[in-house]
Nanobody
Protein backbone atom coordinates (compact mmCIF):
# COMPACT_ATOMS: atom_id res chain seq x y z
CA UNK A 1 0.00 0.00 0.00
CA UNK A 2 1.23 3.47 -0.88
CA UNK A 3 -0.02 6.94 -0.10
CA UNK A 4 0.71 9.62 -2.68
CA UNK A 5 0.25 13.18 -1.51
CA UNK A 6 0.30 16.35 -3.56
CA UNK A 7 -0.75 19.98 -3.50
CA UNK A 8 1.71 21.72 -1.24
CA UNK A 9 3.42 24.95 -2.14
CA UNK A 10 4.10 28.55 -1.25
CA UNK A 11 1.22 30.88 -0.50
CA UNK A 12 0.78 34.27 1.11
CA UNK A 13 -0.91 34.63 4.45
CA UNK A 14 -4.67 34.64 4.01
CA UNK A 15 -4.45 32.43 0.95
CA UNK A 16 -5.66 28.91 0.30
CA UNK A 17 -4.23 25.55 -0.68
CA UNK A 18 -5.74 22.14 -1.23
CA UNK A 19 -3.83 18.98 -0.41
CA UNK A 20 -4.72 15.65 -1.97
CA UNK A 21 -3.73 12.11 -1.10
CA UNK A 22 -4.60 8.82 -2.73
CA UNK A 23 -4.04 5.34 -1.37
CA UNK A 24 -3.22 2.54 -3.75
CA UNK A 25 -2.21 -1.09 -3.59
CA UNK A 26 -3.67 -4.17 -2.03
CA UNK A 27 -6.47 -2.53 -0.03
CA UNK A 28 -9.30 -4.43 1.58
CA UNK A 29 -10.84 -1.38 3.25
CA UNK A 30 -9.73 2.10 4.26
CA UNK A 31 -10.90 2.89 7.80
CA UNK A 32 -9.55 6.39 8.36
CA UNK A 33 -7.55 8.97 6.48
CA UNK A 34 -5.89 11.97 8.04
CA UNK A 35 -3.45 14.83 7.67
CA UNK A 36 -0.64 15.48 10.09
CA UNK A 37 1.97 18.20 9.98
CA UNK A 38 5.43 18.75 11.36
CA UNK A 39 7.06 22.13 11.62
CA UNK A 40 10.83 22.46 12.13
CA UNK A 41 11.78 21.66 15.70
CA UNK A 42 8.30 20.49 16.60
CA UNK A 43 6.59 17.15 16.95
CA UNK A 44 4.29 15.81 14.30
CA UNK A 45 0.70 16.74 15.11
CA UNK A 46 -2.72 15.76 13.88
CA UNK A 47 -4.42 18.37 11.72
CA UNK A 48 -7.62 16.57 10.73
CA UNK A 49 -8.99 13.07 10.40
CA UNK A 50 -11.96 11.56 8.57
CA UNK A 51 -13.50 8.12 8.72
CA UNK A 52 -15.09 6.33 5.79
CA UNK A 53 -18.48 7.14 7.32
CA UNK A 54 -17.60 10.83 7.16
CA UNK A 55 -16.96 11.53 10.82
CA UNK A 56 -14.33 14.24 11.14
CA UNK A 57 -12.20 15.72 13.85
CA UNK A 58 -9.88 18.69 13.74
CA UNK A 59 -7.07 20.17 15.73
CA UNK A 60 -8.11 23.39 17.45
CA UNK A 61 -5.76 25.31 15.19
CA UNK A 62 -7.54 23.96 12.10
CA UNK A 63 -11.15 24.42 13.14
CA UNK A 64 -13.01 26.95 11.04
CA UNK A 65 -10.19 27.28 8.50
CA UNK A 66 -9.46 23.76 7.22
CA UNK A 67 -11.88 21.22 5.77
CA UNK A 68 -11.09 17.55 5.38
CA UNK A 69 -13.06 15.42 2.95
CA UNK A 70 -12.75 12.01 1.39
CA UNK A 71 -13.68 10.08 -1.70
CA UNK A 72 -14.20 6.49 -0.62
CA UNK A 73 -14.45 5.18 -4.17
CA UNK A 74 -10.98 6.52 -4.93
CA UNK A 75 -9.46 5.91 -1.46
CA UNK A 76 -8.58 9.58 -1.39
CA UNK A 77 -8.54 12.37 1.13
CA UNK A 78 -8.37 16.11 0.66
CA UNK A 79 -7.53 19.02 2.92
CA UNK A 80 -8.87 22.42 1.92
CA UNK A 81 -6.88 25.02 3.81
CA UNK A 82 -8.19 28.58 3.90
CA UNK A 83 -7.08 31.71 5.72
CA UNK A 84 -3.59 30.30 5.97
CA UNK A 85 -1.21 31.73 8.54
CA UNK A 86 2.58 31.68 8.71
CA UNK A 87 2.31 29.29 11.65
CA UNK A 88 0.70 26.75 9.31
CA UNK A 89 4.08 26.35 7.61
CA UNK A 90 5.11 22.73 7.92
CA UNK A 91 5.53 19.47 6.08
CA UNK A 92 2.09 17.90 5.79
CA UNK A 93 1.79 14.13 5.85
CA UNK A 94 -1.06 11.99 4.67
CA UNK A 95 -1.93 9.13 7.03
CA UNK A 96 -4.30 6.20 6.69
CA UNK A 97 -5.45 3.20 8.68
CA UNK A 98 -6.04 0.53 6.09
CA UNK A 99 -7.17 -3.04 6.29
CA UNK A 100 -5.22 -5.22 3.89
CA UNK A 101 -7.42 -8.21 4.68
CA UNK A 102 -10.44 -8.97 6.85
CA UNK A 103 -8.26 -9.30 9.95
CA UNK A 104 -5.28 -7.04 9.50
CA UNK A 105 -5.12 -3.25 9.73
CA UNK A 106 -1.96 -1.21 9.33
CA UNK A 107 -1.08 2.44 9.53
CA UNK A 108 0.53 4.04 6.49
CA UNK A 109 2.20 7.40 5.84
CA UNK A 110 2.67 9.40 2.70
CA UNK A 111 5.93 11.08 1.75
CA UNK A 112 5.06 14.56 2.99
CA UNK A 113 4.38 17.75 1.10
CA UNK A 114 5.76 21.16 2.07
CA UNK A 115 3.38 24.01 2.81
CA UNK A 116 4.97 27.42 3.27
CA UNK A 117 2.92 30.46 4.21
CA UNK A 118 4.66 33.81 3.86
CA UNK A 119 3.72 36.83 5.94
Amino acid sequence: VQLQASGGGLVQAGGSLTLSCAASGDIFRVNTMAWYRQAPGRQRELVAKVTTSGTTNYAESAKGRFTISNDNARNSVFLQMDSLKPEDTAVYYCNAEIMVSKNYEFEYWGQGTQVTVSS
